[in-house]
């Protein structure tokens, strides 16, 4: 069987699902997908309306990027991807006015999501957002240290231990370091990961300058997709949160 991914307090959280018939259970967790789905669009839409020259064409692209195959698949599934999102949103919805606030948001994101925001604290500290870098420490160690107060301190390590064991990612993945596993096994995934974050991260640092809290987010976000050896296509939802980012952008007057 595959070991547990996820953090104590979301079993916890869903442990009242487990009473009920499995339809019962399938049906609230549909529900709760795709309000949080809904309230992601909204929240993301509602960011791109600050600034932009052309608000409709902005949450035109917000819509497109979120509403896809790729969240129907991980809704359909029962994935976490939704949740992971609208967490991603209201942290990008705070910015730059709530830093740490938003920091934190994205700490409990990526601490259930590791793969796909694990180069977003880089590219932080690149454009010198501390402030919500340290959030983002924050948030994700209080996620995990909640957890060691509701399950024995031996049964999270263990979790711990079956995790670890679980990677490298499997050939199914849609990153680069997925498609190197097809062809040289989890070697040649790791092969791959490793000189692409360190050439993500130096193109970052090239134009760092050009970046605010947003626009790191957003790159962050995109090159974790791209470089990370363990995603899916259900993962690519969060591809929205950068769509709010480029109609951020095509909002701010050019120098």
Not at 11 to 17: D, Q, T
Not at 89 to 104: E, I, T, W
Not at 213 to 222: E, S
């Amino acid at each position: 069987p595959l070991p547990y991914p996820y953090l104590p307090e979301l079993a916890w959280l869903l442990a009242p699902l487990g009473r009920l018939p499995f339809g019962t259970a399938n049906a609230i967790w549909l529900g709760v997908s795709l309000t949080g789905l809904a309230a992601a669009v909204g929240v993301l839409a509602a960011a791109v309306l600050r600034q932009p020259s052309s608000p409709r064409d902005s949450t035109l692209l917000v819509c497109a990027a979120t509403i896809t195959l790729a969240s129907a698949s991980g809704i359909a599934e029962g994935q976490l991807d939704v949740i992971v999102l609208l967490l991603t949103a209201l942290a990008l919805a705070l910015l730059p006015r709530r830093r740490f606030s938003a920091g934190v948001l994205l700490g409990v994101a990526a601490v259930n999501k590791p793969q796909i925001l694990f180069l977003v604290p880089f590219t932080l500290l690149m454009v010198r957002e501390w402030r919500t870098f340290l959030g983002m420490v924050t948030g994700a160690l209080g996620a995990f240290a909640l957890g060691f107060l509701l399950v024995p301190p031996s049964q999270m390590v263990e979790w711990l231990r079956q995790l670890l064991e679980g990677y490298p990612a499997p050939s199914s993945t849609v990153a680069f370091p997925g498609i190197a596993t097809d062809l040289g096994g989890p070697t040649a995934a790791l092969l791959t990961a490793i000189p692409l974050a360190i050439l993500a991260l130096a193109g970052v640092w090239w134009v760092r300058a050009r970046l605010d809290a947003r626009t790191a987010l957003g790159l962050g976000i995109v090159l974790s997709l791209v470089v990370a050896p363990h995603d899916y296509s259900h993962d690519l939802l969060l591809l929205g949160a950068v769509a709010a980012v480029a109609g951020l952008i095509a909002g701010w007057p050019r120098a």
